[in-house]
């Protein structure tokens, strides 16, 4: 059975002349594949940056795992960002001067369980797992934009996250690797986790279990 894991109650978000988000309820559940799309300035990022504890609501309640969200403070929301919150970016954000291995450890250090041994053997079987084992000791400059993203997916799973976001994580991609992406990103919700993806790429809907489209900051309908 699906557990929840987000609910968010008439969240609103307001900047200095825009509301960006306006009464906006949602309930998201562990093992499922969410699609959020919607036009340019429909409040999209400021969704998933609430959502992954980057910004704050200017009104209405967000629970995750059931908890409310309000009593956090930045310690607490860095921790859970750190250990069940998992980021996937258009622009990868890998680190140049560090191969492929050492980009997906970096998460890994703020577990001071694991030693440096054991953090280089799991971030390569990730690697593996994504059919990178050949390409663990490259650096970005060597890998192609599709390698690139499969070791930034690799380095938001490092520390086994319970909810992966990612923000247009094919637009860099060609329409082959797009369709790997979104088959990884298929794959990880099987294992139990909860996969919200903001996209402009209708493609997704091939994969996803539910769609959230907004409009203006609100639940709408997306045209056929």
């Known amino acids: 059975m699906n557990s929840e894991i987000i609910r968010i109650e008439k969240i609103e978000k307001h900047y200095e002349k825009v509301s960006a988000l306006k009464e906006l309820s949602l309930t998201f559940y562990s093992g499922k594949f969410y699609a959020i799309m919607g036009v340019s300035g429909s409040g999209k990022t400021t969704l998933i940056n609430i959502l992954g504890l980057l910004d704050n609501p200017t009104a209405g309640n967000y629970y995750l795992f059931q ?3 309000k009593s956090l403070d930045q310690r607490q929301k860095s921790l859970i960002r750190n250990k069940k919150i998992g980021f996937i970016f258009q622009s990868f954000y890998l680190l140049s001067h560090m191969t492929a291995v050492e980009n997906v450890m970096l998460p890994m250090y703020l577990d001071e369980a694991m030693t440096l041994e054991q953090m280089q053997e799991k971030a390569i079987q990730m690697l593996s797992k994504l059919g990178l084992k050949e390409r663990t000791d490259h650096y970005p400059k060597e890998l ?3 390698e690139q993203q499969r070791v930034a997916i690799a380095r938001a ?3 086994d996250p319970d909810i992966i976001i990612a923000d247009e994580p094919t637009g860099n991609l060609d329409e082959k ?3 790997t992406i979104f088959k990884i990103l298929k794959a990880i919700v099987k294992e139990g986790k909860t ?3 903001v996209s402009h790429n209708k493609e997704i809907l091939k994969y996803a279990d ?3 489209y907004l409009d203006q900051g609100r639940l709408g309908e997306r045209d056929a």
Do not use: P
């Open 67 to 69: 908890e409310d969200t």
């Open 144 to 146: 192609s934009a599709g």
């Open 157 to 159: 799973l490092a520390n």
């Open 177 to 179: 690797n797009e369709e």
């Open 195 to 197: 996969v919200i993806t």
């Open 210 to 212: 539910e769609l959230v």
